[in-house]
């Protein structure tokens, strides 16, 4: 008898095919999970591969010649992820953000975009339709992004500082570049554009007020940045809990500068905290994903590249989904299978980490940021 060979791509995490429920009843787009949280956020990872290899997501050392990245027959089609999203707004997804990996790296996204923007929600209304990338390739894109129906987007900035910027993507990648992309975001009409900056103590916890004082003072306010807490995604990245800078001591340092009044959050599940400059310089975010943990409202579901479903960024496994798709299944099919996956969903890393705090946990497998995107 010959034996099946499974990729070793295929083998990274476990992905059992989720079952289909005996009763395929329609979506309400009620659907809530053990923890009573609805399912509104999709985040749809389009591939695995980066130009960047930034300490914290793909570091030199594990992502290297060597690595083994997703060959493309593993990765779902534009028409599979099109017609999973339609599933998942069916059951009451309203945002959809597209990740990587480097999205922008996907040939031809734009499409993507453009079917994804003709899909409504049940009430009749357009997705929240963004994406996050790290601005690299961002200048020449933006304007056909903008044109196939992308609303706004994300880019991931560490520095204003060159030589810090350059050391923490590791491939030796100017800010100019990036900052060139922000902008021709902002002339297609992308804004107000969201920059993410990852902070990490003794690395580019210095570049925190002149990224504020540079983003407040040249953008009208069309620019807000986000600062994030360095989290312990992955197992690659040598996590360390010293090297956290926690958002509180973010905002200490901004206050120090400019009078800060909080914000209230504009949608349940929100994961920034938002602050406004008192004199009227723009708005800022804190995510405190390591020392605030936001899981009793967390409503996001993650489509790995090649069709896994993750339930948390801290996830160790996932539910083949594509395979679903590959088996021929209907929508009514799939429908069903997410319904009950999402229903039987307990995940709240975050919270119990937070109870717990230190060191990752050895010995579990956890699934990298990368493939499954921010
Ligand atoms: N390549 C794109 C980019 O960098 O924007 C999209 C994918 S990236 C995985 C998504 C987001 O995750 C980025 O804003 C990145 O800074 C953030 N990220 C990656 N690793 C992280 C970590 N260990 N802690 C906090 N944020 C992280
Ligand atoms: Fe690439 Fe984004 Fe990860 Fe940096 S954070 S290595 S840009 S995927
Ligand atoms: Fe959501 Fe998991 Fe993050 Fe908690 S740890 S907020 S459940 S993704």
Redesign the pocket.
């Known amino acids: 008898m010959g034996e099946t060979v499974i990729p070793l791509a295929d083998l990274r995490y476990a992905a059992p095919v989720p079952a289909i429920p005996a009763n395929l009843s329609a979506p309400t787009g009620l659907l809530s999970d053990r923890l009573g949280r609805p399912l509104r956020d999709l985040r749809i990872?389009v591939t695995d591969r980066?130009n960047?290899r930034?300490s914290?997501?793909?570091p030199k050392e594990t992502f290297d010649r060597d690595y083994v990245f997703l060959p493309h027959a593993s990765l779902l089609s534009f028409e599979e992820i099109t017609r999973l999203a339609r599933v998942f707004v069916g059951h009451g997804v309203q945002k959809i953000r597209l990740?990587?990996?480097?999205?922008?790296l996907r040939k031809g996204l734009e499409s993507l975009v453009a079917q994804l923007s003709q899909l409504r929600t049940p009430d009749g209304e357009p997705l929240d339709l963004t994406?996050?990338?790290?601005?690299s390739v961002l200048a020449r894109k933006a304007q056909a992004l903008a044109a196939a129906g992308l609303k706004r987007l994300?880019?991931?900035l560490?520095a204003l500082d060159d030589t810090v910027f350059r050391r923490m993507n590791d491939v030796d990648f100017p800010v100019a570049e990036v900052l060139a992309g922000i902008d021709a975001a902002l002339a297609a009409g992308l804004g107000p554009v969201k920059v993410?900056?990852?902070v990490k103590r003794g690395t580019n916890d210095h570049e925190i007020v002149p990224m504020a004082r540079h983003f407040r003072q040249h953008y009208d306010g069309k620019v807000v940045l986000r600062f994030?807490?360095?989290?312990?995604?992955?197992a690659s990245?040598g996590?360390r809990m010293d090297e956290v800078l926690p958002s509180a001591q973010v905002l200490q340092r901004l206050q120090a500068e400019w009078p800060l009044e909080a914000l209230d959050p504009t949608v349940v599940g929100e994961t920034a905290e938002r602050w406004r400059y008192a004199d009227g310089g723009g708005e800022i975010g804190l995510?405190s994903?390591v020392t605030q943990a936001f899981c009793r409202d967390c409503n996001r579901a993650r489509l790995s590249t090649e069709g896994k479903l993750f339930m948390c960024l801290f996830a160790t496994s996932g539910h083949d989904f594509r395979a679903l798709l590959r088996q021929g299944r209907s929508d009514a099919e799939i429908s069903a299978a997410l319904g009950a996956v999402w229903a039987g969903r307990e995940d709240r890393y975050s919270e119990l980490r937070g109870a717990a705090p230190g060191q990752p946990g050895a010995g579990e497998r956890r699934v990298e940021?990368?493939y499954?995107?921010?």
């Open positions: 990872s980066c960047f930034c914290y997501c793909m990740t990587g990996g480097e999205p922008l994406l996050t990338t790290n601005g994300t880019v991931s560490d993410n900056m990852v994030i807490e360095y989290m312990d995604v992955g990245n996590w995510i994903s940021m990368h499954i995107g921010g």
